[in-house]
């Protein structure tokens, strides 16, 4: 990026090199104050833009959708108020412009689930992943399945599991395989997936296919997000019809959703094509953004990584997963699959990380092959501009121990 | 059933022998007439009671839930209400009672998706099917998977693409396996599934397990379900992460919901077990129905079965579905899986009964291997009492051509 001089914000916080919420951010959350009711708002330097207050003062007009406890509705409104309102706000929000707007500082603020999650997919389109993994539970030669260069593989994941950063996890109970049938214990494989989501913005009806140029139209924002995963009631519970309770503990994502707009600098190709796709997975033009992502286990990065490693972008993904006729909604949440680059520190998940446990990775005071009770992984992720950055924040969770 | 003098109604068609809808079903829709909005109501003969009116008219209390356009605020008071309704409603029904009621004739109603559809899981508890199937996909030596006696395997579904009875369903376009690589082209394997559909009638929280005491509770009652199918599709992608497209071109359920209250007196058991279960899956009694179900193709029905065969219980199922602490919700709907008796003309979808397309059945007028564009798929059900039953209705949808 080449802006020397990028716009700057009447909020000074906003205008720090290495803060997330710039004005040309401007991320969606739903947030709360004490004894007040959850509400729309907008992230900037360290303060939330109050947009239920906002409109309430004529300020901005989104037809009372930000009083809404979740952006639901007014991600419903359409990609032309999603435009208008981020017009608008960059006016409010720039040197020179209201200050008289209405904010709260995010020190004071609790964050909620920034939309009702009305579906959630899970893709597996990093290459590497999908290789590493493969090996682990399938072995080498059956490690990438033959479809996997030709459609972006998901499955239909759990919504009502999906938390705000922020929410504790428990470890949960479960059957694993044993030397003679299962054994009902404590999840002793506990892992991350490092994600993103894209959360889907508008309709598309039942018996219709989307394309890839609409499906990209079609998602208003990312969001960061973590796919707790339970490895070994995975392995003995996923085939023949694929991952249920493993993922069902909890999957976590950020409060806050960063617009496909405020994304457009930094836009960029994935992993290179090593097969022609069919028509309807086609993209005009490249589909994935320039996003630099890490993980934490409590206090060390371990993991560092980059969107554009992954091979199926979510536009793709959307396209695909209504290629049968399924209708998407408004609040469809598509994770993205885990994002693990070629090399051991660039991947984003443990399973992958230790070898499924043959190598210990090393955190300050200790040694871990799985997380452990207490553990806390936090993710993070930025595109970075020239002077600027467009940052999600944190995602992160604490795990519990089980419930025996 | 030993009742010789089953209680009778003051609406005369819900007294006959062959009736659906006698006094002791009151199975719950929802439904509109001309004009009028969606709204809640109880199929008693060939008449609908407008629940709606009737709590206006002070007949019946549930707290104003009854106009709603869906079922699932009703659903989510309680069984205490459930159960108070009910009684209610046999009181009002029944000879000597409010023959004011409000009601209109089922041939001047429309029908509507009786509940939003939370999140929707499918099942696969039929070991018949789960068999057969796993022959045609995998070979005999790999058809049962390793732990599919020791847990209810299941999959998330796609709640958006489920419809009520009537509903037309397009046949699908997508991948499926070719000599070299994937092949772009409309479902040649068109399939049914013969469920039922539990609707699950309250929460449970994130991070706590539900027993199989806990989960009958929570079970509100069953629709008759068809998971449409596109064998090719799902053949090529459900590996290694299970069904995803194969699955979402359409499931329609029946437009009433049966009680268990009004099952209750059909309780049995179901399919031997081959060996213990781990205790959080263990039913303190039995925990299946004897309800017949038969499905036709056009006009000839080719399958008839009973919830009988099956090996697991919806109440196991929902016990499983919340074991790693998955949060359930009112409105979640899960398919009990293809319900397929051990002969060919017991089996509940034409992958098994055509063996993959090597036997075609004779249908009026022709033959069949998979389901053609303008062929009809109907699915029926009831319960035998003695000189009544409790039926389910019908379960219908016509295939139309694919969209190139």
Redesign the interface.
Known sequence: MTDKNPLRSHIASANAPDCDFPIQNLPYGVFSTEGGAPRCGVAIGDRIVDLAKAEEAGLIDAQGTFSQPVLNDFIALGREVWDRTRARLTELLAEGGAETIPTVAMADAQMHLPIRV??FTDF?ASKNHAFNV?VL??GPENAL???WT??P?????????V?VSGTDI?R????V?GED??V?TE?KRLDLELELGAIVGANSS????VSVEQAEEMIFGYVLLNDWS?RD?QA???????????K???TTISPWIVTTAALEPFRCKGAERV?PV???LEEKRPGFFDINLEWALNDTVLGRTNYNVMYWSSAQQLA??A???????VG?LLGTGTISGPSRDQTGALLEMTEAGKNPVEIDGGTRIFIEDGDSITLRGHASGDGYRIGFGECAGKV?PA?Q
């Not at 593989?153 to 599991?161: C, E, Q």
């Not at 003995?236 to 309770?245: D, I, K, S």
């Not at 290629?323 to 909604?329: A, D, N, Q, T, Y």
């Open positions: 009305t579906e597996y493969g539970f399938r399945p033959p479809q030709h459609m593989i998901g499955y239909n994941g759990r919504a009502s599991s938390v428990r949960p109970m479960g059957q395989k049938g299962p009902w999840c039942m018996g219709e296919r339970a009631i003995w519970e996923y085939q023949p019809l694929g991952p249920f309770q493993a069902a503990l909890g097969n069919l028509p309807y695909h997963h290629v049968s006729g399924c209708p998407m909604r469809d519990l419930q």
